[in-house]
């Protein structure tokens, strides 16, 4: 324990006297949990700071209308709690996140923090409490439904951000799907030569994959709506008013303008993680589109001299300490890696919220933890992907048009006029004499050995050329579809 100094003031809790750092705004169970989880050296994310004190101050708000309590006390913790509510009080939250089971310690430094400020603006000092934090600020609360709540409130902060990040991701993708739509290109399936496609049809295929896993997202914060606030310990609301729930619902939605609903089941509210699960497997959803998306803008844009080159990502720094001139693709290498962890921290989600038993889960700090940390994350390495990456790509036509001419699946096109077998051979022979299909069926067809597929009249060199002329024709509608 801490040596008592001029620094620090003396408080007292359940299991004994705690010094304090003097000028804290917490008291002497944050201080307990900083001694005993000095373990990452990470804080709370804002939101969880932020959804906390709104469930503070609306409390407050509540038992004052209900006549339950003082309205100078209820005032008082109304303004400390608006007062972190914008953020003037952060460096006073300071338990790490991997902390006591449930939340409690995060809940208390929420308690402590609001009741001191509050004593203080009722003309007290610290510590003195002249607004109790567990009496007052958490009153008819407890750990058990108030962190559940905020973790719901927190992801609802910033959905309509993340949303708005996605949105202008896939209309940026979707800009580049009709710049580079005249874009003729070999398509490639198992990294092999495939049958053509645009380039303006695979960014246009990026675009509207961002957008579904947006509905994905919007459709698993539903379930975030439901507020198990009032449960309290159990689910069985006890030691709070039959309209606290209720009331509490609808206040919070006043404070935050977020649709908001009771829960139809307190009890299920306090067991179960699996709504704030839904929304992380939502989430890796799209994290596992965008690092698909990376991968593929890596190797579009590779080489240039020694790759496919068909891509030119902006040269946002040079690329290596040794190789001058050298230039990578940072920007989609970012975005890989931000994935990654956005998926691990899924994973912890996801083992989080099953390691529940009997009325509680006791992992929500992590859970908490990974779930504004996964949105952090990808709020910003999307917004930085789409403005300094996408925006600024270029297509190398040349490249792309380059390759397709020598991409003997070609001969795919002449199926229905010279049958899969014959198509076959073509390839066999293009690939080992280093021609294109073009030069061999034409080749063939001057000979006279190439038959149409349902009859043993020859196909002349004119039809070969006619079908395979127009590239771009053969990328609209049927088995190539259309942009």
Request: hydrophobic letters at 40%.
């Amino acid at each position: 324990m801490t040596q008592p100094s001029a620094d620090f003031r003396t408080e007292k809790d359940s299991l004994g006297q705690v010094q304090v750092p003097g000028d804290a705004l917490y008291g002497a169970q944050t201080q307990r949990a900083v001694l005993n989880f000095p373990i990452s050296g990470l804080r709370p994310w804002r939101a969880f700071i932020w959804s906390m004190a709104v469930i503070k101050q609306a409390a407050a708000d509540v038992h004052k209308d209900l006549g339950l309590l003082d309205p100078a006390v209820a005032d008082a913790i109304h303004q400390a709690a608006a007062e972190v509510i914008r953020g003037d009080w952060d460096a006073q939250f300071v338990v790490d996140p991997f902390q006591a089971g449930a939340g409690t310690s995060h809940n208390m430094n929420t308690n402590e923090v609001i009741a001191n400020r509050a004593t203080q603006l009722t003309g007290g000092e610290l510590g003195q409490y002249r607004v109790h934090p567990n009496d007052h600020v958490n009153m008819s609360q407890s750990t058990n439904d108030t962190i559940p709540t905020a973790i719901r409130l927190g992801c609802l902060w910033r959905l309509d951000e993340l949303l708005d990040s996605a949105r202008r991701l896939a209309d940026a993708l979707q800009d580049k799907a009709v710049e580079f739509d005249d874009i003729v290109k070999s398509g490639r399936t198992h990294l092999q030569d495939a049958v053509p496609v645009r380039l303006g049809q695979e960014f246009g295929a990026y675009a509207t994959a961002v957008r579904r896993d947006s509905h994905r997202i919007q459709r698993a914060a539903e379930g975030l709506r439901r507020l198990g606030i009032g449960g309290t310990a159990t689910g069985s609301g006890l030691n709070a008013h039959p309209e606290y729930h209720s009331r509490m619902v609808r206040r919070i939605s006043e404070i935050t303008g977020l649709e908001l609903y009771p829960s139809d089941n307190l009890f299920e509210s306090m067991q179960s993680m699996a709504d704030a699960a839904d929304f992380s497997a939502s989430l890796r959803t799209l994290a596992i589109t965008l690092t698909r998306i990376a991968n593929d803008f890596r190797l579009l844009a590779s080489g240039p001299a020694t790759g496919l080159d068909e891509l030119r990502l902006p040269p946002v720094q040079p690329g290596s300490s040794i190789m001058p001139g050298k230039v990578n693709p940072v920007l989609a290498e970012m975005l890989n890696m931000s994935m990654f962890h956005v998926m691990g921290c899924d994973l912890t989600v996801s083992l989080a919220s099953q390691a529940g038993q009997l009325e509680l889960n006791v992992m929500m700090p992590i859970i908490a933890h990974n779930l504004f940390e996964m949105m952090q994350v990808m709020i910003g390495a999307i917004q930085a992907f789409t403005d300094k990456c996408v925006r600024g790509l270029q297509a190398n036509r040349e490249k792309a048009e380059g390759w397709l001419e020598k991409n003997a699946i070609l001969v795919t096109a002449l199926n229905p006029l010279i049958g899969y077998s014959a198509g076959a051979a073509l390839v066999k022979e293009a690939l080992q004499r280093n021609l294109t299909v073009r030069e061999v069926a034409v080749e063939k067809a001057g000979q006279g050995l190439l038959k149409h597929r349902d009859s043993d009249e020859p196909v002349h060199a004119e039809e070969i050329l006619r079908t395979l002329q127009n590239l771009r024709s053969l990328t609209e509608g049927g088995i190539f579809g259309s942009s």
